[in-house]
Nanobody, 124 residues
Framework: QVQLVESGGGLVQAGGSLRLSCVASGRAFSPYVMGWFRQAPGKEREFVSRISWNGGSTYYADSVKGRFTISRDNAKNTVYLQMNSLKPEDTADYYC?????????????????WGQGTQVTVST
């Protein structure tokens, strides 16, 4: 069974930075793609970014492009989300996810493994 565990969330002032980490464990972990999603209170889950596990191609939501950077360390089974120039509207629970079925997807329904989430709060 695959487990994803996020860390790195917290409270930060607008304009600040945070780095989220997601460590995967489980036998033969080899997803096609890893993604980050977020969900603010009362809102639907929203795609943030994804990275292919082999090759490392990346894709970002327009709302975070130029501010967030996704990366991975295959040897550590870890994916990161570096978040810079944070805004109050980035406040949400952030979830790491993995898909073993799809390669280039930003649809949360295509991801079959999920972490428990880490909270990010950006104050004004």
């Amino acid at each position: 069974q695959v487990q994803l565990v996020e860390s790195g969330g917290g409270l930060v002032q607008a304009g600040g930075s945070l780095r989220l980490s997601c460590v995967a464990s489980g036998r033969a972990f080899s997803p096609y793609v890893m993604g980050w999603f977020r969900q603010a209170p009362g809102k639907e889950r929203e795609f943030v970014s994804r990275i292919s596990w082999n090759g490392g191609s990346t894709y970002y939501a327009d709302s975070v492009k130029g501010r967030f950077t996704i990366s991975r360390d295959n040897a550590k089974n870890t994916v990161y989300l570096q978040m810079n120039s944070l805004k109050p509207e980035d406040t949400a629970d952030y979830y790491c996810a993995a898909s073993t079925y799809y390669r280039y997807t930003y649809n949360f329904r295509d991801y079959n493994y999920w972490g428990q989430g880490t909270q990010v709060t950006v104050s004004t």
